[in-house]
């Protein structure tokens, strides 16, 4: 049954405080949208529960980008346009604009948010990898105050997060310390644009020589929530990376994730592409060492 | 205070002409544009953002109108297919659709145009791989694609021919 908007409110406040209020008085009866490209979705084919909606689209206070020394800050209503288009996250986190470019088409990256991309919580977000690589904090904030949390903490099971129910994510915060790391990442899905991942791996490296000194991995799809692989890494750092090594890392891949069969794909090819893309970013980060 | 469940004032600047009218807030701006507004070109495929039928560009960004809420663009200045002719005379870029056979049975063609122009406003000399990303959003079941790139590669080349 398609939606009747005879049945929805929205508001739009235009401002943050004003937002907040409503949140803070009205707990849980209020549904925030951004640039609507998942939640319109529920709500044009009837399953869309939450009656009262409220507007965060454009919002000032969360729409920018602030490039501080130690850190760049993203407002959470940051499109996937703006990401893709600011120089310095172009330049120092390659595999956010990479996963930005990944995310649906230009007409849905020109709605769609980073914030909301985050709230959402789809295990299989195609830049949620990326967060988790940067040691991205959140800070979240409400009509009490703000906080600071690590992202890697902010999912707590399937569509499960820390936010309380007056809170909203204002900003995203990237510590700049990666600009001379090796990145690699690689989206598995039916065709780029628009498909959604079957699985998905971002990474980082870095070599003394041909000694391990930085290694993160972190794959969407084939987990409940976006996965760090902190033993596959924990057992490549300070070790020469030769064919042993990445061997290993492959079979400690795919022991650590929980990949589902579902209706893009099955539990048993997952772990055979995850494997295989860690063994492709390795072999990368390899070959780094020959190149100047 | 009017009542937040009931229908909003909505001022829009559509292909030039302001328009105001009444709706609810939820109410898609692709149903505005097509029922209240009358302004049939935008089509619906699959009425999840999956498809770009219903592409049109929203203060010079191009979106999916199936997926805003018409509030979301209170005030704000809205091109569709009707905007691109000239009166009677088509744009460089709806010519050379056609004459490289880019529209057939034309349901994804206003999207494909708009997503066209959008590229061409920011991009006036795309890259073949350009083009391709630009019309990814925009699914085609007639005419394979080639003749859809060739015709945005040819309309690039002719405004800056001539």
């Known amino acids: 049954m398609r939606a009747d908007p005879v049945d929805y409110e929205l508001l739009a406040p235009g401002n943050l405080p004003d937002v907040l209020s409503l949140l803070a008085h009205e707990p849980e009866t209020w549904l925030p949208i951004a640039g609507g490209t998942d939640l319109m979705v529920l709500y044009a084919s009837g399953r869309l529960s939450q009656k009262k909606l409220v507007s965060l689209w454009n919002l000032p206070e969360l729409r920018f980008i602030d490039v501080a020394d130690d850190e760049i800050r993203i407002g959470a209503g940051c499109t996937y346009t703006d990401i893709r288009n600011h120089p310095t996250i172009v330049h120092e986190f390659s595999l956010l604009t990479t996963a930005a470019r990944w995310t649906g088409s230009i007409a849905n990256q020109n709605r769609g948010t980073l914030g909301g991309n985050i709230v959402n919580a789809s295990p299989a977000a195609d830049s949620l990898p990326a967060l988790l690589i940067y040691e991205a904090d959140l800070i979240l904030v409400s009509a009490r105050g703000e906080r600071r949390v690590l992202y890697t903490t902010f999912h707590t099971g399937y569509k499960s997060s820390v936010l309380a129910p007056d809170e909203l994510i204002r900003a995203i915060c990237l510590p700049r310390h990666f600009a001379n790391h090796i990145s690699y990442s690689r989206k598995v899905g039916a065709r780029n644009a628009q498909a959604i991942s079957k699985v998905c791996l971002a990474a980082l490296g870095k070599l003394d020589r041909d000694t391990v000194t930085d290694v993160r991995i972190a794959i969407g799809s084939v987990a409940p929530v976006p996965l760090r692989l902190r033993s596959t890494e924990d057992a490549l750092k300070g070790k020469a990376i030769d064919s042993h090594a990445i061997a290993t890392a492959r079979s400690n891949a795919i022991a650590e994730i929980q990949p589902i069969d579902d209706i893009r794909s099955t539990a048993a090819y997952r772990a055979a592409v995850a494997g295989n893309l860690v063994v492709e970013f390795l072999n990368a980060l390899r070959e780094s060492i020959t190149r100047p | ?162």
């Open chain 2, 1 to 162: 205070m009017s009542d937040p469940r009931g229908p909003r004032e909505i001022s829009l600047t559509v292909n030039g002409q302001g328009k105001t009218l009444r709706a609810y807030p939820m109410e898609r701006l692709l149903d505005v544009l097509r029922q209240h507004l009358k302004l049939t070109g935008s089509k619906e495929g699959c009425g999840e953002g999956e498809c770009g039928a219903c592409a049109v560009i929203v203060d010079g960004a191009l979106v999916n109108s199936c997926l805003v809420p018409v509030l979301q663009v209170q005030n704000s200045t809205i091109v569709t297919i009707e905007g691109m002719a000239q009166s009677s005379r088509l744009s460089p870029l709806q010519k050379s659709f056609l004459d490289c056979g880019g529209a057939q049975c034309g349901i994804c063609t206003p999207g494909m145009i708009l997503a066209a122009h959008h590229l061409l406003s920011r991009v006036p000399r795309p890259s073949p791989e350009e083009i391709r990303e630009a019309l990814a959003g925009n699914l085609c079941r007639c005419t394979g694609y080639a003749q859809i790139c060739e015709g945005v590669a040819n309309a690039a080349n002719r405004e800056v021919l001539g």
